[in-house]
């Protein structure tokens, strides 16, 4: 019986290693989605990338805005539907070229078929061909202001205030000890 249930445990974990879902591979590339008219077209760099709920929600930098109302801190999602087989593999730093479509709520949503990260030939190529582009809208986008993710981004800014306060309140009891000795 242990015996069994050993060997059970052993193949278990090898189950576990699926092969991988439709890929990247089955794109059909950035020059065919440019001309579908993206409604968002921007270049930025990756600040942060967080899961939440089976989406990814990754935060840009933006420099440069070629298409659409981008800010110059966007939030991009990637569907829950999307993320296994949608090939972003972006890492906080990446410079990316996104190309986005809008969903529903006038979020901008993405997949890896929709955008090139910086090193790569299409990248350079693709970017060229855009031209200069636009400066990005001043300010975050709407997400953050519509509280998605906002426990995940600003959690780090939260900790720092509440340091501050405990070293004021340190402060505060240091000087009422002086003053009455």
Known sequence: MTARLLAAWAVVP?????????AAASC????AVLEGDPPVVFVGVVQRRLSDDGRVIARFRV???HS???H???????PAEEV???GVDWSDGDRVLVLGNLDAEGRITTNGCMSVTQGSEEFAATVRELGEGAKPLEGVDRIERDGLARRDFLRPRSVV???AL???GLVAARRIRRRRA
């Open 28 to 31: 059909v590339g950035i020059d």
């Open 166 to 168: 405990v070293g004021l």
């Open 84 to 86: 296994p087989s949608s």
């Open 161 to 163: 205030a509440l340091a």
């Open 68 to 70: 659409g109302e981008v």
């Open 14 to 22: 090898a189950c576990l290693v699926l092969p991988a879902g439709p």
């Open 63 to 65: 420099d440069r805005v």
């Open 72 to 78: 110059r801190t966007q939030y991009v999602l990637v």
